[in-house]
């Protein structure tokens, strides 16, 4: 999962640019980075660690220019080598610069073509990198002048449409001409753009969440729609054309479950207010398979799930309290490298206020339930706090299925519901009792009702359907041995090996 921002200004973006990334840090956390242009120079930042720590002073006087691209970065694919660290250049045609976010699912099969046919090397294992080397080789192949126009940049992103299978939203800037966004033919990741006006004319902004845009003073317009792609001219012009032969608007619905900031609007939906439906659902689901008087107080578990939790206390009726306080500089447990780090963190990111548990039942509420590590851990958390019985809701359905469009999930067998019924999975928890979201009401929640403009959901994670029909048995399997756990830490340690045989050559 990743963030990313482009901006054409009538003034410096730098600042604009990193204060965008502070507020889509939540969605990467292991690398950041920023390229801007000036006078059809291209100046660039980039390194891992959080966007606080990668740009200094000095960095931010470098970055000049008033246009430039910003990313920030969970490692999805490839490793956390600051190698693989974003934006991408490559210098032909024109130039170009690209940042991500998203996972090709024909990755493999494109950077073998691009290296057959389009004579082009890769040099990392990133698609972000693949993905701009189709979109350069397909911008060179339609335009045959030194003057790129609109038209050329359109049939570049058909060609990208063509060829590219998975979920992707990328932001890509090229000299003297300006900032080109584009959004895959599902829409599956998502992708916002914004206006402002001043006094020497409009500046326009896109990103990954509209928070980003209000954070920054913009205007949210619209998102980009499924297949389409948007130029944002250094003269300050908007054009946009649809790009893709049968575009469906299929957001993912972890989106709305985890990773969006509650004060985004997704695909014309609010986070926030999906979030709070989320909440009525499942108070209805827990009425219906326990008696809400053996809950004597409902407890979020920080912060995701404060909403729905909330929403769910007002619904059953029941007392809402904040039982547990967090510290805010741990990282999101199920994307961290390795079992072990895990569970060091549940503890040192929570710890429960024990007079909000003795002896009472409690319910726990979660945004979902992913390595049930965690929720383990949060379960025996609150035992030893004094509650008599513990309760556990998942805002979300059980987690069956790894993601494959771009959020770093773990592999199948590390899933606590793969394979599991939902007793089981209560048992292994060591919960009282287990109550999840139907994914019907999930999908109704965010929805609302049918009356937001959406074909379907990517909900993948949930029922195994992936959307853009490409995705194999093969596949998966071949993703199970890339993203368990003993490989994520063989690839860490080959990639430490290498720095430090850099290091020592220098």
């Known amino acids: 999962m990743c ?8 003034s410096p973006v730098n600042q604009s640019l990193y204060d965008a990334l502070l507020v889509l840090q939540h969605r990467g956390q292991d690398a950041a980075g920023i390229m801007t242009c000036e006078d059809g120079r291209l100046h660039l930042r980039k390194d891992n660690g959080l966007a606080r720590d990668v740009f200094d002073n000095e960095h931010m006087i470098s970055l000049r220019g008033n246009i430039g691209i910003g990313h920030v970065r969970y490692p999805t694919a490839g490793c956390s080598s600051s190698a693989e660290a974003q934006p991408f250049y490559v210098n032909s045609p024109y130039g170009i610069a690209l940042a991500h976010n998203g996972n090709l699912t024909n990755a493999a099969q494109i950077k073998d ?9 890769i040099n990392t294992d990133s698609d972000s990198e693949i993905l701009l080397n189709v979109f350069a080789h397909e911008l060179a192949e339609h335009s045959s002048t030194l003057d790129i126009d609109a038209q050329d940049v359109f049939r570049a992103v058909e060609g990208v449409h063509r060829r590219c299978k998975g979920g992707y939203a990328a932001v890509a800037m090229i000299p003297n001409f300006g900032v080109i966004a584009f959004r895959d033919p599902n829409g599956i990741r998502p992708v916002v753009f914004g206006v402002r006006e001043t006094d020497d004319g409009p500046e326009m902004m896109v990103a990954s969440e509209s928070v ?6 913009f ?12 130029i944002f001219t250094l003269d300050g012009r908007l054009l946009h054309q649809q790009c893709a032969a049968n575009p ?13 900031r509650p004060d985004s609007i997704i695909d014309d939906i609010f986070v926030h207010k999906a979030r709070l439906r989320m909440g009525r659902k499942l108070a209805k689901k827990i009425e219906r398979v326990m008696s809400k008087d053996d809950i004597d107080v409902v407890i979020p578990i920080p912060d995701t799930s404060r909403t729905s939790a909330m929403s769910l206390s007002a619904n059953l009726g029941v007392r809402y309290t904040e039982g547990f306080i967090k510290n805010r500089y741990i990282g999101r447990t199920f994307i961290m490298p390795g079992q072990n780090a895990r569970k060091k963190s549940v503890r040192q990111k929570l710890n429960p206020i024990d007079v909000e548990f003795k002896g009472k039942n409690v319910l726990l509420v979660d945004d979902s339930i992913v390595r049930g590590t965690t929720s383990k851990q949060i379960v025996q958390m609150a035992r030893d706090a004094g509650a008599r019985k513990v309760y556990f809701a998942s805002a979300a ?7 494959v469009y771009g959020i770093d999930m773990p592999a199948a067998s590390e899933l606590v519901a793969h394979g599991r019924s939902e007793e089981e999975v209560c048992e292994w928890i060591g919960a009282d009792g287990l109550i999840y979201q139907d994914l019907e009401d999930l999908k109704e929640a965010v929805q609302k009702k049918g009356r937001a403009h959406v074909d379907r959901f990517d909900a993948s994670v949930f029922n195994g359907e992936y959307v853009t029909g490409d995705v194999t048995e093969h596949y998966l399997e071949d993703l199970e041995c890339q993203r368990n756990d003993g490989a994520k830490a063989d690839r860490d340690a080959a990639n430490s090996v290498n720095v430090l045989g850099v290091h020592n050559q220098v």
């Open 248 to 260: 469906q608007r299929s957001p993912c619905l972890f989106e709305f479950v985890y990773f969006a």
């Open 113 to 121: 073509e691009l290296f057959r046919q389009d004579r082009r090397h």
């Open 3 to 10: 963030g990313i921002v482009g901006i054409v200004g009538k």
């Open 212 to 217: 980003a845009l209000d954070t920054i003073g």
């Open 397 to 403: 359905p059980p987690v069956r299925y790894p993601n």
């Open 219 to 230: 205007e949210r317009v619209r998102d980009i729609e499924p297949g389409e792609a948007v």
